[in-house]
Each structure stands twice: as C-alpha cells, then as structure tokens.
C-alpha cells in the first residue's frame, strides 16, 4: 500500500537563489494528523504549496494517494483540502457562494446540504448571505476551512491554522481537526506553536532553515530526547559536592540551594535510591525532590538552535 503522501528527495531552490527545501525525505501515513512544526522562513509553506502543486519543484519526486503529483496534477489537487496561510478570496461574493464555487471548480455536483452542514459546524450559518469584506479575520478563516472542505477531500493541509486567531476560534479548531481524523481524513498541519503539535499530533516533523531535521511520534520523541531531571531543594545551601558525588551529573544551583539531577535514559530507579542514600550519609539534608520530565518545546529550542 503506498502512503497517502510520498516525499523523496525534495529540493527547491527560488529563482532568487534562496534554498528554501534541501533533501526532504517524508512519508504521511494514512489517517494521522502530522504537524510540521518549525520557526519563520523554515519552509513550512514551501512544501506545502508544492504538495498542492502552487509551486514547483527543483528536483524530488512527490506522490499523493500513489499519483504523481506533476502527471497527475488535477487528480491530486480534487484529493486535497488546502487552508492557506494567507487570506485571499473574492470579497464580495457572499459566504454561501465562495463555499459552494469550490465544488464546482473541482467539477462535482452541488449538494447544498453538504455546504450547510459545514457552515453549521464553523458556526458560519448565520452568516452564509454576508459578503466576505464585511467578515471579521477569524470569520474569514472559518470560511476558508469550509471551502477546503467543500469537496470532501481525503487530505487536508492546514497552514498555520491557527496564527493571529481568537482563543474561542483555537479550540474549535482543534475539535474541528479531530473530527476530520474520526471521519478518516489524513491531516498534515504546520505551525509554530509547539503547544498546537503537542496537543494534536500524532507525528512531529521538525523543520530548520529548509531540512527536515526530525520525525517522530510523538510520544517517543518526549520520552526519548526529553531529559528527564530531579531537583532537591537542600535544608542549608553548600557550596560544594564532595568528589564520591562524580558519578552523577548533578549541577548546584541558587547560591547552593537546589541540586538539579539529569536521569540517565536508563535509569529506573536505583541510581535516585543511590544518591539520596549517599546524600543522607554525607548529611546533606533536602526538604523537598521534584522531578521535571522536558516538554517537546524543550527539545525544539535544543533542536532548532543546535542548527
Ligand atoms: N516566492 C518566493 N521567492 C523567493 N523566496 C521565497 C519565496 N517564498 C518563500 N521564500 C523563502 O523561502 C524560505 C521558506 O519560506 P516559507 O516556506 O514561507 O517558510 P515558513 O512557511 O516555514 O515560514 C524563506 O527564506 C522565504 O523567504
Ligand atoms: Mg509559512
């Protein structure tokens, strides 16, 4: 079976020089919400417009449900929903019709309850006679979910989703994805908030100044690049560990007062019983442990300023 999404060896380079894509090799599996996550100017955009086929591509081989993407251009586009990053649509054509046109473009019949059950769910129905200047941006950009999915596509990009929304329309957002990924929709999202890929994905792509530097589920990237720390917070500060301490990557820290442990991946317990029985002999007192496990935005700031 092939991947709703193949990507091999993706370059793309601007007329400018900008390499904006070096050797992206990437698979979307069927069904999964994939979150391509990456600072400004990464590339996140790029590539999703050359999936769409709104760019072209310098060198790479793309394939979306087993179709090449260059050969079999109007067959690919009809699979996939587009939101874009950029608001651009007619502004006086009313809410209703810039629904409904994105069917026909697609050469599929009109199926007006279709349309109203998607201006229903984007909370648009009261809205559907007025005219798309007269909308507020958040507004305008549930039209745009709706006009992606207009045409029942098996595929949806979203692009920054989210950017310069209300917290209200962010939370619809998300339901809205999650019930596009019950009904079977394979949905490929970028942003810039670590927090929208930690609550929704499945995957993680970690794009940097145009490579694909990472992909993980994302539970594994937590548990397997997370560091995993504990902290003691001392009766009485020291200013020093005594050597037999060594083998323990143990920082102090505030003048003395916490000890900050890193776990080894490994560690399942005993090395914490031996440090807390070493400190316990040596008559280091601690009044309180915490331990922290690293969130994906710890490891994303190792990653993206590594680079
Ligand atoms: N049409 C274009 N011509 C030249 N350079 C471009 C063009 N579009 C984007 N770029 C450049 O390509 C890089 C990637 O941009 P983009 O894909 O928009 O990043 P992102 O969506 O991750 O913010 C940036 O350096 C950007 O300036
Ligand atoms: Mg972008």
């Not at 999964?32 to 790029?46: R, S, V």
Request: glycine content about 8%; some cysteine; charged content about 30%.
């Amino acid at each position: 079976m092939n991947h709703p999404i193949e990507i091999y060896d993706l370059h793309k380079t601007f007329a400018n020089g900008v390499i904006a894509l070096e050797s992206v090799n990437l698979e979307i599996e069927e069904g999964e919400i994939f979150a391509l996550l990456g600072p400004n100017g990464a590339g996140k955009t790029t590539l999703i417009k050359i999936i769409c086929g709104l760019s072209t591509v310098s060198s790479g081989n793309i394939s979306v449900m087993g179709l090449d993407i260059d050969r079999h251009y109007k067959e690919v586009r009809k699979l996939i929903g587009l939101v874009p990053q950029e608001l651009h649509t007619d502004m006086f054509e009313t809410v209703w019709d810039t629904v409904c046109f994105t069917r026909g473009l697609f050469g599929l019949p009109k199926n007006d309850r279709l349309v109203q059950v998607l201006l229903r769910e984007l909370s648009l129905w009261e809205k559907r006679g007025e005219i798309m200047a007269n909308l507020s941006g958040g507004m305008k950009r549930r039209v745009l979910i709706a006009k992606a999915l207009a045409h029942e596509p098996k595929i949806l990009f979203l692009d920054e989703p989210t950017a310069g929304v209300d917290v209200e329309l962010r939370q619809d957002m998300w339901g809205l994805i999650r019930s596009y990924k019950k009904r079977g929709v394979t949905t490929i999202l970028t942003t810039h908030f670590i927090d929208e890929a930690e609550e929704l994905s499945d995957r993680v792509g970690i794009i940097n100044k145009g490579k694909l530097v990472l992909v993980e589920d994302k539970k594994s990237l937590v548990s397997k690049l997370g560091k995993k720390q504990m902290i003691l917070k001392l009766s009485s500060p020291i200013s020093y560990l005594p050597e037999i301490f060594n083998e323990f990557k143990i920082e102090i820290k505030n003048s003395g007062e916490i000890l900050e442990y890193t776990m080894p991946d490994t560690d399942q317990g005993e090395r914490v019983s031996k440090l807390i029985k070493m400190l316990e002999t040596q008559e280091i007192h601690f009044k309180n442990i915490e331990t922290i496990q690293s969130s994906l935005e710890d490891i994303f700031v190792r990653l993206v300023s590594k680079k």
